[in-house]
Each structure stands twice: as structure tokens, then as C-alpha cells.
């Protein structure tokens, strides 16, 4: 199998339309991988040629780990880990792109009044190591913590790109780092082959360069399964877009959530706003801002974005509010309209009751990180009755569309009917998501959006990968009006799988 999908490129330039015969020949290439930087990649690349979308892969991947290698704070023989290892007041030559990083969260830290800070990870050692001891960190110590990440902890020199510790405290590059480079990923993209677009997505911040216009749907905080309904489809071109948001990463002290994302003014997790979405001409510029507004009172946000020209944000507080800038709608595709609510009209027997709509199954399950092989394996979910009769396609990811019968399985079903649209590759921004973990959400409705009888079903969950096997998993359930959950190991392409039926 080859790792890209072709599409014609029409569905990914949406809003636009080909001037030529020349633009009739555009196509779209996509190619995931997991465990890129932590979490998951996608590219999506518009060209004439298979060949040139393979050079710009190869020159995106590779800038990635080249920018990994510098700023990574989980390899310890990245250049920051080593620079971090170094003497305190010992000036150190340091890269021109490890001084740059350095250099914006200071500047950062000033325009944010102190909400940006690379010394918070202070306070996330505090509050992890609260975690595994499930005892709240005392109030001394967070006043310590507080007072240690007001300190000045390392000192630049623009003429000599030197560097110099000045504290011994834990120091990480997270804020923005990503954005930074998937930018310089896609500068490398365009210049090393003849694309016409590129799309770069890592964990949820993205950036598209070129003549493409990206559909991007934005992840609701509150329903954040991958088939869930998004908060907002937007059109994107030219532009960086970032998420940051507390609802996949943090950590639960006792029955309470505590976000990942730590107030360094006040050394405790933030709770007034659940998530953020940025978008920036600047890719920087959309990262910063996004984790800031999750720190800031609103009227502080609102203060920092009007200091960055073109930028446009969502922001979604704890109770539910939605909050967004004037120019933010003007971004969004209100062509797509989400799927009615539809009763069914099919009828059975007076033994059979509907579907509560106040139920849903949700189907957890982890991609296997396998060494040497990091493209994501395509895979298809679908449920079928008890008489083996399928009911609904939950989720399919793929490649090529050629490749498609090698899910052997989903494909004899499914295969004759099969089409896409502009949705099939929609580009996903949402808070940071650990590396192949997925949920899946069943709504019990069947492919025409009519409510199915409650009984017995099966979930089936099917995988095929580049120089892998077809692998298969059946959990058969009863789905009444009682909660209940089911676990299965899984195999060698995924794990951790969990099938819960719960109330919403």
C-alpha cells in the first residue's frame, strides 16, 4: 500500500474552482502518522504529481525532526536538554532557532502579562507529583512555586547567541513550540517540491500554506469524540490555527479534573475557560495566544489579541459561554448544516422499542505504536443487528482510495456504495490529543439517521496497514436502556478497547 490518499483536489479547495485544464489534475495527498512530537500528524498536500507530494512529505517530516532534536524537552540529547544540563552563569552558544524560541517567550511572557511563562513546568511537577500522592499541594507550597517561577532563569545575548542559565528550575518549550514547527514544516514542503498547497496538522494546531482554502472543523470541548459534531466548520487559507483547551490532558486529584494548564501567576490550573481556537497569519502568534486565553480574563484576552493584527479566536468558558471576535464568523463555512435530529419512519414490531435517545455508545480504542512504522493504519468501525445486517458506519480512516478494498471486510459491505465529499478531509483543531487514542460515538441512528431498535448489535472494528495484516475485532452488545460496558484487548494494530453505553 502506498502511504498517501489521492483525492481530486476539489475537496480540499473549497471555494474555489479550476481556471484551466491544468487545474483539472490537482490532486490531494494525504498521509497520517502517530507518535509525531507526542501525538498525532496529518499532511495534505496539493499537487500534479505523486513524486512531488512525496518530496514535500520527506522534507516536512524531516524539518520536524530536525526542530524536534533542538527543542525537545523529553529527549535527553536534544540541544534545549543539554543546554539545560549546562553550569548556571556559563554564557552557551546556542542555535539561531533555540535562541529564537528563547527569545519569544520572554517576549511572550511580557505581552501576556506573566500568563506565558517556559518556568510553569515548576508548577506542573508540583501538581503531577500531587497527583500520584492524590493529596492537594499545600498552600506554602504553591507560594514557593509562585515566587520561583517569577525569577529570571536564563539571560540572552542578541550579539553573541549565547544563552546562560541562571536557576536550576524546569524549564519546557510547549507553549508555542508546536506552531513553530509546523510552520517551518511547510515552508520546507513548498520549497523542497512542486506542490501548489500544504496543510500541515500536529495534535490539532495547523497551518495551510499555498492556493488551497482548508476546511477546518473546530472540536467541541464538551463532545470532543471524533465523530462528534464540531463547534464551528471554517474556511482557511493562508493562516495558522491553533487550540488549546483542558478537556484531553491534566490530571484528577480525589473526584476533581485539574487541567494541565497552569496560571504561573498563581501556581494552580485554570478553570474559567475549557477551550480556545486562534487563528493567525502568524503560526506563533496562534499558539501563544490560544494557551494564553485559557490563563487571561476575558477582558485581558481580548486586550492581547487586539495588539496582533488579523487574528480571530473562539473561545468556550466553563459554563458553556461562547465567546468570539467579530471577524470569526466570517471564517466559517455556514454551507454545512449538521444532521437533523430525525425520528424513524421504518416500522417494526410491537415487541420492538425505539432507541432512548438519551443513551449513546462510545467505542475507545488505542493505535499500537509500532517501531519503524508510524503511518496510522486505515480502519473502519461499523455496527451491524443481530441478523448480521449493518446498520451504520461510525468511522473510516484511509489512504488511497485504491487501498480501500484491503479492508476486506468493511469493503464487501460497503465498497459498491462508497463516496466522498469535502468533509471526508476536513482538517480537525482541538486541544492536544495523546498519540493514537480515539473515541467513537454511536448516536443510534442507522445510516439514514433514523433512531434503530433497541437489542442486540455488534461493533466491529476493522484495520489494514502498510506491510500489516487485516485485522478484526467483533463486540457484540445488548443496547436497552441500562448502562453497561464491555473491554476487549484488542490485537496487533490497536488496544485498549472499551465499549461503553452510558446516558449522555
Known amino acids: 500500500m502506498k502511504i498517501f490518499t489521492i483525492l481530486l483536489a476539489g475537496f480540499l479547495l473549497v471555494g474555489t474552482s479550476p481556471k484551466n485544464r491544468k487545474d483539472l489534475s490537482r490532486q490531494l495527498y494525504v498521509s497520517n502518522y502517530e507518535n509525531v512530537l507526542g501525538t498525532s500528524l496529518e499532511f495534505k498536500f496539493t499537487s500534479t504529481s505523486e513524486v512531488e507530494a512525496e518530496k514535500a512529505e520527506n522534507a516536512a517530516l524531516k524539518e520536524i525532526n530536525r526542530l524536534s532534536s533542538i527543542f525537545s ?20 552558544k546556542v542555535s539561531k532557532e533555540l535562541f529564537e524560541m528563547l527569545s519569544l517567550f520572554e517576549q511572550w511572557k511580557n505581552k501576556s502579562n506573566g500568563a506565558l511563562n517556559a518556568s510553569a513546568a515548576i508548577a506542573g511537577k508540583l501538581w503531577s507529583e500531587a497527583a500520584k500522592k492524590q493529596q492537594l499541594p499545600t498552600t506554602a507550597e504553591i507560594n514557593a512555586t509562585v515566587e520561583n517561577m517569577k525569577l529570571s532563569h536564563y539571560k540572552l545575548d542578541n550579539i553573541n547567541l549565547t544563552a546562560t542559565r541562571l536557576t536550576n528550575s524546569p524549564l519546557v518549550m510547549n507553549t508555542f513550540a508546536k506552531s513553530y514547527i509546523i510552520n517551518l514544516a511547510c515552508d520546507q514542503a513548498l520549497a523542497s517540491s512542486n506542490i501548489d498547497a500544504v496543510v500541515v496538522n500536529i495534535g490539532g494546531d495547523l497551518v495551510v500554506k499555498g492556493n488551497v482554502t482548508d476546511q477546518v472543523n473546530v472540536t467541541d470541548p464538551m463532545a470532543n469524540a471524533d465523530n462528534d459534531a464540531p463547534l464551528a466548520h471554517l474556511l482557511i487559507r493562508n493562516k495558522a490555527v491553533a487550540t488549546s483547551g483542558n478537556y484531553r490532558r491534566g490530571v484528577k486529584i480525589g473526584k476533581h479534573w485539574y487541567s494541565h494548564i497552569i496560571d504561573p501567576r498563581t501556581g494552580k490550573p485554570v478553570e474559567d475557560v475549557i477551550s480556545a481556537t486562534v487563528i493567525a497569519p502568524n503560526a506563533v502568534d496562534a499558539g501563544a495566544l490560544a494557551t494564553a486565553f485559557n490563563i487571561l480574563p476575558l477582558s485581558e484576552s481580548k486586550a492581547l489579541v487586539a495588539t496582533i493584527s488579523g487574528a480571530e479566536y473562539l473561545i468556550i468558558t466553563a459554563n458553556g459561554k461562547r465567546v468570539e471576535s467579530e471577524g470569526f464568523r466570517a471564517l466559517m463555512d455556514n454551507s454545512i448544516k449538521e444532521e437533523p435530529n ?24 488505542e493505535f499500537n505504536a509500532i517501531e519503524g512504522n508510524g503511518h496510522r493504519p486505515f480502519a473502519a468501525i461499523w455496527v451491524e443487528d443481530s441478523n448480521k445486517v449493518p446498520v451504520r458506519n461510525l468511522a473510516l480512516w484511509y489512504n488511497k482510495p485504491k487501498w480501500l478494498p484491503d479492508l476486506k471486510n468493511w469493503y464487501r459491505i460497503n465498497g459498491e456504495n462508497f463516496k466522498t465529499d469535502k468533509n471526508t478531509y476536513a482538517s480537525v483543531t482541538g486541544a492536544t490529543r495523546s498519540p493514537g487514542k480515539y473515541t467513537i460515538k454511536w448516536d443510534g441512528k442507522n445510516d439514514k439517521g433514523q433512531y434503530v431498535p433497541q437489542g442486540k448489535y455488534t461493533i466491529i472494528i476493522e484495520t489494514a496497514k502498510e506491510h500489516g495484516t487485516d485485522e478484526i475485532l467483533r463486540q457484540e452488545m445488548e443496547l436497552k436502556k441500562s448502562a453497561q460496558k464491555a473491554t476487549a484487548a484488542g490485537n496487533v494494530e490497536f488496544s485498549n478497547v472499551t465499549f461503553d453505553f452510558h446516558k449522555k
Do not use: R, T
Not at 73 to 92: T, V
Open 73 to 92: 524537552a523529553y529527549d535527553p540529547n536534544s540541544e534545549f536538554s543539554k543546554w539545560m544540563e549546562q553550569d548556571l552563569n556559563k554564557p552557551i
Open 342 to 365: 430525525i425520528k424513524s419512519n421504518i416500522v417494526f414490531s410491537s415487541a420492538e422499542k425505539l432507541w432512548d435517545p438519551k443513551f449513546e455508545l462510545a467505542v475507545s480504542f
